[in-house]
């Protein structure tokens, strides 16, 4: 992923107010200047966090051609029954939980109330569970082409989501 500036960051969110674009806690805040430099950006495939003081809102970042698109998430409230897969790394072997993560639109249609979901890694673990290698399926089962084919396929995943967003404004 490529780096961005803590200036970029807070500029790329397409579905917040100004207000809530001034409000976003950005990873590493506590870690004072710098912290975002000190993210390993190699092994990111998006940027995600939680805010820690409202732990139903959640942050990502995706590398658009080069530009950061930011989405304002928030987790929804019910619970599924069953575990469910994320549907950005596609992991069936999950060593955290998933939860539904709801993102109003950008633009007029966000404010109209559309609404564009997705079931992701609770704390947007998917950029490390997709470079872990997959177990072995069958003999001469190719495993790191998988991998790369998983880390391809999460970078589509959270790509389609960010522009579902910004392209509605």
Request: glycine share 10%; net charge positive.
């Amino acid at each position: 992923m490529t780096p961005f500036t803590e200036a970029q960051l807070r500029a790329s969110f397409v579905n917040t107010s100004q207000r809530e674009r001034a409000g976003i806690v950005l990873p590493g805040a506590a870690g004072g200047p710098g912290a975002l430099a000190g993210l390993r950006w190699d092994d990111l495939d998006y940027l995600g966090w939680r805010d820690r003081r409202q732990p139903q809102l959640g942050y990502v970042v995706a590398d658009v051609d080069g530009e950061p698109v930011g989405v304002l998430l928030r987790q929804a409230e019910a619970s599924a029954r069953s575990r469910p897969q994320c549907s950005w790394c596609d992991d069936v072997t999950l060593p955290n939980d998933v939860v539904f993560f709801g993102a109003k639109r950008g633009g007029r249609a966000g404010r109209n109330g559309d609404t564009v979901g997705a079931l992701v890694c609770d704390e947007f673990q998917c950029s490390a569970n997709v470079r872990k290698l997959p177990p072995l399926a069958y003999p001469g089962f190719d495993r790191d082409a998988a991998r790369l084919q998983r880390i391809e396929g999460l970078r589509m995943h959270v790509r389609a989501f960010a522009l579902a967003i910004r392209d509605s404004a």
